[in-house]
């Protein structure tokens, strides 16, 4: 069973930046699939970013440009850095692993961490 730990969520202007990290509890490198969701109150939650085992990241439309996820095995850690940040991208930021590829695409995590809050105004 992993375990997923995020932090460095927190409050910031709109344009600022912040970097979420994601510890996991074992080996990174055994998920094919990682990933960043988000979800805002009264919506939906939604694929921010997914990286698999061959390093290949897709990052969402809304913040492609912005938003850069990367990955260190050595520290079993995701990170997302989020830059040029909007109100619309508060939501709550959650790290998820042990994903699979269906039709080029990172699905179906199996573990997924607490949740750290964005809030930008």
């Known amino acids: 069973h992993v375990q997923l730990v995020e932090s460095g969520g927190g409050s910031v202007q709109a344009g600022g930046s912040l970097t979420l990290s994601c510890t996991a509890s074992?080996?990174?490198?055994?998920?094919?699939?990682m990933a960043w969701f988000r979800q805002a109150p009264g919506s939906q939650r939604e694929t921010v970013a997914t990286?698999?085992?061959?390093?290949?990241?897709k990052v969402a439309g809304s913040v492609k440009g912005r938003f850069t996820l990367s990955k260190d095995n050595a520290k079993n850690t995701l990170y997302l850095q989020m830059n040029s940040l909007k109100p619309e991208d508060t939501a709550v930021y959650y790290c998820?692993?042990?994903?699979?590829?269906?039709?080029?695409?990172?699905?179906?995590?199996?573990?997924w961490g607490q949740g750290t809050q964005v809030t930008v105004s």
């Open positions: 990286v698999d085992s061959n390093g290949v990241t």
């Open positions: 074992e080996s990174t490198y055994r998920s094919i699939c």
């Open positions: 998820a692993a042990d994903g699979y590829v269906v039709a080029g695409q990172c699905t179906g995590f199996a573990y």
